[in-house]
């Protein structure tokens, strides 16, 4: 289960920079209103999805100060169940599956990261929200089965071939980690011998710009990374940022592009020089007006 979890999060080394670049977006801005069951009910993660258990940590101290709006809110009303995830049905009952999959493995750590957030928050927002989380988290999942990575595979199978871009982008992203982790194992088994790149692994950018294209935050932040690696040969630090900018554009929130943007304080972005980020800031620019200006 852990490897088809492994695609729901940034993978290759400018995690880093979309992390950081996505924690000071959450801090920059107060969280979006929230509505009973439905996705945007559980706050988001960089990509754009529900954030789960452990790799939310960021999140709680952004909302945990209005933990207060939520004190009056039953948590059951707030729990998504099978058909709130979107899309088409394959595709919402996978999800249901591997959120409260990633939940139930990851539970320990976050009971663990809620005391030590605890511990700095003398108010006690953090903790009461955390609570209310953890409430939420449990109602939404108490019914819920465990599934086989075959099961869920085969679910996200049938939502692509209907026509679900998050299906397509979800196996994308399958492909990918495990097409990373191979040319990974290949290079640490041969060190001295030069990776040669497949056809197929030459194809991840092109599906992941098509699939981007369309404004699916997923395939946006895949095609980020595979442009911000040489693993593959396709290494381009200005489309990369350009693709990173336009993944961090929020739903609601006036459209920002700047070359002054925090995404160019971190690495590998922090290397840019002063014309490569107009160009990112005006190839974000583009890509955001075709894939996601109306969404």
Known sequence: MSTLLQSRKILGFCVIALAVAGGYALLKHEPEPVTPNSPGAEPRNLSGSATTAGNGI??????????????????????????????????????????????????????????????????????????????????????????????????????????????????LNQDASRLIDAARADADAHPNQEHVITAEEKGLLSSATTLAETGDREAIFLAAKLTATNRFGQQDLTASAAWALTGMQQNGRPFSFSANDHVFETEPYSTLSVEQRQAAVQKAQENFARCCSRR
């Open 58 to 171: 960021f999140a709680w101290g952004a909302v945990a100060p209005r933990a207060g709006s939520y004190a009056a809110l039953d948590p059951k009303d707030f729990a998504l169940k099978e058909g709130d995830y979107g899309g088409h049905p394959a595709y919402s009952k996978a999800m249901q599956y591997l959120v409260c999959a990633d939940y139930v493995e990851s539970k320990k750590d976050i009971e663990r990261d809620y005391a030590e957030q605890a511990q700095s928050d003398p108010s006690g927002n953090t903790l009461r929200f955390a609570q209310w989380q953890i409430a939420m988290k449990e109602e939404q999942c108490k019914n819920v089965s465990k599934a086989s990575p075959q099961q869920i595979a085969e679910l996200m199978r049938e939502a692509a071939k209907a026509g679900d871009v998050r299906a397509q982008s979800y196996l």
